[in-house]
């Protein structure tokens, strides 16, 4: 599939892995919708690069979303849409003090991270269906999972359940969608040097690299970013969960 011209909605876009996949879809040549609840930053990067525009959403809501998915439907075709909103919380099921995991901050993660991806993957999916097929493929829709999914840690609980379900989500919708000519794959990065990994200090940094077999470093934005704009082109890639990750396992703890 032709990235050029094509156009592109990416949630989470205003910063880390979505930033960065805005900007290279950008770079090839996609207009490309930004989807966030920061409107500050999602202004100021749409400002900064041709053809972009902002759209705020929360991607649990059904309507922000569908309005959202109007807008890049207006601009053209929309044949990439890529999910990177999302949370993590770390606690245990039952923490030392003996009490149990909060239900409420278990709901609210699985809510953001998997019922979020759903609702973009529906309705991009939705908008992709009624266009025009090019070489018989109308789409690719990209979902952001974890290894969290499959190497959970104390305290991941939350966090890796909505990561697997995104995982597990992958192969039935891929089928459920390749009679319209629609892809779907699923990124599951390792550590990567995000905003939440820039509050910690270097040492810390410098110790979760060295954990990573090769390359002993973190993963860059543009690292997810590239993958993203692979995966956009290489039209058999369907159905599968990639691991982005060095070759980590994470440890227990």
């Excluded at 998997?114 to 493929?137: H, K």
């Excluded at 039935?172 to 892809?183: E, F, H, K, N, S």
């Amino acid at each position: 599939m032709k990235i050029t011209d094509a156009v592109a909605l990416v949630s989470g876009g205003a910063s880390g892995l979505g930033e960065a996949t805005v900007r290279r879809l950008s770079k090839a040549g996609a207009k490309v919708v930004i989807v966030d609840r920061d409107e500050a930053r999602g202004q100021k990067l749409a400002s900064e690069l041709s053809g972009s525009l902002y759209a705020k959403a929360d991607v649990t809501s059904a309507e922000e979303v569908a309005a959202a998915v109007a807008k890049a439907a207006a601009l053209g075709p929309l044949r990439i849409a890529v999910s990177c909103a999302g949370v993590g919380w770390a606690s245990r099921v039952v923490n030392k003090e003996g009490q149990p995991h909060d239900l409420e901050l278990f709901r609210t993660v699985i809510t953001i991270n998997l019922i979020g991806t759903f609702n973009l993957l529906r309705l991009s999916a939705q908008a992709m269906a009624r266009t025009e097929a090019v070489d018989g493929e109308r789409g690719v829709i990209i979902n952001t999972a974890s290894i969290a999914a499959f190497d959970g840690q104390i305290g991941q609980i939350a966090y890796a359940a909505s990561k697997g379900g995104i995982t597990s989500m992958t192969l039935p919708a891929a089928r459920d969608l390749a009679t319209v000519g629609i892809r779907v794959m699923t990124i599951a990065p390792g550590i990567f040097d995000t905003p939440l990994l820039a509050i910690l200090p270097e040492p810390a940094r410098a110790s979760l690299a060295a954990g990573v077999p090769f390359p002993r470093r973190l993963g860059s934005p543009d690292d997810f970013a590239a993958l993203v704009e692979h995966i956009a082109c290489n039209s058999y890639l369907n159905g599968e969960v990639i691991r982005l990750d060095g070759a980590l396992r994470m440890a227990p703890k």
